[in-house]
């Protein structure tokens, strides 16, 4: 067991641990619409940017937990981290289904996520995912 659980993490290899351990728990909030998570996890200024529109914080947080935005399957696969001092980027491939106001967007993404350290705490800030062709 860990003798210090609360240590913020402090080398590189930790840092891209916690960042990947963030990843997983924030997709696994996303699909169950886990609002707490959800909120805990993104920065107040976070910003999503995907195929139909951008999103910050409050409107994505309100599209998961309302269903207007609802995840039928996804699979991150090729998840790479790399840290610069307080910044960390994470890269994924998607493969994913998603229903978003009824319509349903299914395919492959490249995804790029911007976390943050502020105040001792790593944050997802921002999120683009792109369409990959077929």
Same mark, same amino acid.
Not at 8 to 18: D, L, N, R, V
């Given at each position: &067991?860990?003798?210090?659980?609360? %240590?913020?993490? /402090?080398?590189? *290899?930790? +840092? $891209? !641990?916690?960042?990947? !351990?963030?990843?997983?728990?924030?997709?696994?909030?996303?699909?169950?619409? =886990?609002?707490?998570?959800?909120?805990? *996890?993104?920065? =107040?200024?976070?910003?999503?940017?995907?195929?139909? $529109?951008?999103?910050? #914080?409050?409107?994505? +947080?309100?599209?998961?937990?309302?269903?207007?935005? #609802? @995840?039928?399957? +996804?699979? %991150?696969? /090729?998840?790479?981290?790399?840290?610069?001092?307080?910044?960390?980027?994470?890269?994924?491939? =998607?493969?994913?289904?998603?229903?978003?106001?009824?319509?349903?967007?299914?395919? /492959?993404?490249? @995804? &790029?996520? +911007?976390?943050?350290?502020?105040?001792? #705490?790593?944050?997802?800030?921002? @999120?683009?995912?792109?369409?990959?062709?077929?």
């Amino acid at each position: &067991m860990d003798p210090t659980p609360h %240590r913020a993490p /402090q080398t590189t *290899i930790e +840092i $891209e !641990q916690h960042v990947r !351990q963030l990843n997983d728990d924030w997709v696994k909030a996303m699909v169950r619409g =886990d609002a707490p998570t959800l909120d805990r *996890i993104m920065a =107040d200024d976070f910003f999503f940017t995907y195929p139909l $529109e951008g999103d910050d #914080k409050v409107q994505f +947080i309100s599209d998961v937990t309302s269903g207007n935005l #609802k @995840i039928e399957h +996804i699979a %991150r696969e /090729q998840v790479s981290v790399r840290v610069f001092g307080t910044t960390a980027v994470l890269t994924a491939r =998607d493969s994913a289904t998603w229903l978003y106001n009824g319509r349903e967007l299914a395919g /492959q993404y490249k @995804i &790029m996520s +911007i976390f943050t350290e502020r105040n001792g #705490k790593w944050q997802l800030c921002a @999120i683009q995912a792109c369409p990959m062709q077929p």
